[in-house]
T-cell receptor, first 113, second 116 residues
């Protein structure tokens, strides 16, 4: 069974631009979560989607948004990029709600210049 | 506020030696507990998980972890470290309750270096 895939793997943008990252979960997984990883703040939860609905949201500004499609694929969008948005963005999928483990993709490395 | 603490930022062990990575959490109830490993430039790989039941859990790559409720700890152990174990290790908790489902709270990570 294929793992979680994320595209693109690397991205370079300039301040003020917007970016869209994509995540395809493991087949059969209906829940997708997004995390930001930076050297200073570590791994921080952005949001979770299940059945096309946002179920939980972390403490990030409204510039960070996401959505989930009927096939469980998810996208996250960051508008008006800031230098501090440079990070590794990780997507994780799990079967559904409740106690089950999350499987992570390789991440998208975003650099904002 | 809920938090996860990994007291050791960096650990160096000799190949073949035993390893213990510490993890403590702050939460009013027993959360779901996980250990992940991350190699440079890679995503996170799940090593093991604890939901309930037996407090000693076995994972992949010869790792195990023990949940101690009285100490709010979930320490990771391996009896004999291999050079390929060099990586960054993250402890994570998932809180109960509908508002928290799916949200993992991570520790700051412990970087493991293995000496030949």
């Amino acid at each position: 069974k294929a793992g979680v895939t994320q595209t693109p793997r690397y991205l370079i943008k300039t301040r003020g631009q917007q970016v869209t990252l994509s995540c395809s979960p493991i087949s059969g997984h209906r829940s997708v979560s997004w995390y930001q990883q930076t050297p200073g703040q570590g791994l921080q939860f952005l949001f979770e989607y299940f059945s096309e609905t946002q179920r939980n949201k972390g403490n990030f500004p409204g510039r960070f948004s996401g959505r989930q499609f009927s096939n469980s694929r998810s996208e996250m969008n960051v508008s008006t990029l800031e230098l501090g948005d440079s990070a590794l963005y990780l997507c994780a999928s799990r079967v559904g709600q409740g106690p089950n483990e999350q499987f992570f993709g390789p991440g998208t490395r975003l650099t904002v210049l | 506020a809920q938090s996860v603490t990994q007291p050791d930022i960096h650990i160096t062990v000799s190949e073949g030696a035993s390893l213990e990575l510490r993890c403590n959490y702050s939460y009013g109830a027993t959360p779901y507990l996980f250990w992940y490993v991350q190699s440079p430039g890679q995503g996170l790989q799940l090593l093991l998980k604890y939901f309930s039941g037996d407090t000693l859990v076995q994972g992949i790559k010869g790792f195990e972890a023990e949940f101690k409720r009285s100490q709010s700890s979930f320490n990771l152990r391996k009896p004999s470290v291999h050079w390929s174990d060099a990586a960054e290790y993250f402890c994570a908790v998932q809180l109960h309750g509908s508002s928290n489902t799916g949200k993992l709270i991570f520790g700051q990570g412990t970087t493991l270096q293995v000496k030949p």
